[in-house]
């Protein structure tokens, strides 16, 4: 009879237990694993940028003469009408001479300057002037002014016996004067522009309407002249009260330049106006040569200005919240990322914009998080760049959809 051999209990139990520990040690690992793995960042898609529009500018030039204008600081928006050639531009000259002067002589804001003796020499200038029609003011014997008072009668009045004085008392000569002038016409590249003599009667002093644009951005650009030309009225000791010749002055933002008028220039005036646009302050400077008379050149500046003023535009480059692209995650979730405030410029005439977005890599993150930035090219203008942020979370999706989707957002 065979006999039977029976194993041991234990020994049965040991696979089945060694197989469950394997499958518990691999589900644990798989858990494990699952619940650390690192997810790659989040797909990123940007939106379709839909540009601005702006409008063609349209200026209302006069059909005489010369013109030009421009907003300061808007290269693109100088527009010329009329002849390019040099013309006659009369007491214009004025403003070269107050600059050639301070160049040699300086004066800083609020100071009077060194006194001036009017010496017989300078006053003998009056009849020689008033000889040939041309504008003086009064100056008696033994006379004594300041530069600054100087300045005051011969750019607000226009008095050419004072232009003269002026250029004697800083040079010794005439002749010295207009190589000094020569010599910063040249320093400050007004090439097309040729000054014979301080006053402005002679008719050989001539310029183009583009280079008094740049004469007058010069004027401005010195404390003293922009506040004598913007003065209406001043009276100084010798010469009595003094009126500004340039009648627009506090009209529809001007605020000077210089007046001008002589047989064989017509009426002329360099001029200048500020705005408030976009918040910001902008400033026109033009020239216009040829005109018939004052009343109808006024009249052509003025209408000239607004034109100019209406073509000035704040353009939205972003709205504050508005959408540049979006990050998609594998567990469904989006986030856009916006940009993180508005951004205008103001732009002057005709404008293109283009944007390009940056989106940086990320897997998770938080509300207003910075995610990338989206630079505009503005023509004419310097690139502008906008942060972006996310709008909302984007948080990690929890263990379980980890255990469910293994290794998906990796």
């Not at 029609?133 to 009064?138: F, L, R, S």
Request: hydrophobic letters at 40%; a negative charge; proline letters at 6%.
């Amino acid at each position: 009879m065979s006999r039977v051999v029976r194993r041991p209990r234990s020994a049965v139990r040991r696979p089945v237990t060694i197989s469950v520990v394997a499958v518990l040690v691999l589900v644990v690992g798989y858990l494990a694993a699952a619940a650390v793995v690192p997810f790659a960042p989040a797909s990123a898609a940007t939106t379709t940028y839909s540009a601005p529009t702006s409008s063609v500018p349209g200026l209302t030039f006069p059909g005489y003469g010369a013109t030009a204008v421009e907003a300061t600081d808007f290269p693109e928006s100088l527009r010329t009408s009329g002849d390019t050639k040099p013309r006659s531009i009369a007491s214009i000259s004025k403003v070269v001479t107050a600059l050639v002067v301070l160049d040699h002589k300086p004066l800083q804001q609020g100071q009077a300057g060194p006194t001036i003796t009017f010496t017989p020499s300078m006053q003998a200038l009056y009849a020689k002037y008033l000889a040939v029609n041309g504008e003086v003011a009064p100056m008696p014997n033994g006379l004594e002014l300041s530069e600054y008072q100087t300045l005051q009668v011969m750019l607000m009045k226009s008095a050419n016996n004072y232009a003269g004085s002026l250029a004697l008392w800083a040079f010794g000569s005439m002749d010295a004067y207009r190589a000094a002038a020569d010599e910063w016409l040249d320093e400050h590249d007004l090439d097309h522009t040729t000054i014979e003599e301080p006053t402005g009667l002679d008719a050989h002093n001539t310029s183009t309407a583009t280079d008094l644009v740049a004469l007058g951005q010069l004027a401005l650009a010195n404390p003293v002249v922009k506040e004598v030309v913007g003065t209406k009225k001043v009276t100084v000791p010798g010469a009595g009260e003094i009126e500004n010749s340039n009648k627009l002055l506090g009209l529809d933002g001007v605020e000077g330049i210089k007046t001008g008028t002589l047989d064989e220039a017509g009426a002329c005036l360099l001029f200048a106006a500020t705005y408030e646009r976009g918040g910001k302050t902008v400033t026109v400077i033009g020239a216009m040569l040829g005109g018939v008379d004052h009343d109808s050149l006024d009249v052509d500046v003025q209408r000239l200005l607004r034109s100019v003023a209406d073509n000035f535009q704040v353009v939205t480059l972003a709205h504050a919240g508005q959408t540049f692209g979006t990050f998609s995650t594998p567990w469904q979730d989006e986030a856009d990322a916006v940009s993180r405030s508005a951004s205008e410029v103001l732009v002057w005439g005709k404008t293109t914009v283009s944007a390009k977005t940056h989106l940086d890599e990320i897997t998770l993150g938080t509300k207003g998080e910075r995610v990338g930035k989206v630079r505009f090219t503005i023509s004419d203008h310097d690139p502008v760049t906008v942060p972006l942020v996310l709008e909302r979370p984007i948080e990690d999706p929890g263990i379980w959809w980890r255990w469910t989707n293994p290794f998906q957002g990796a």
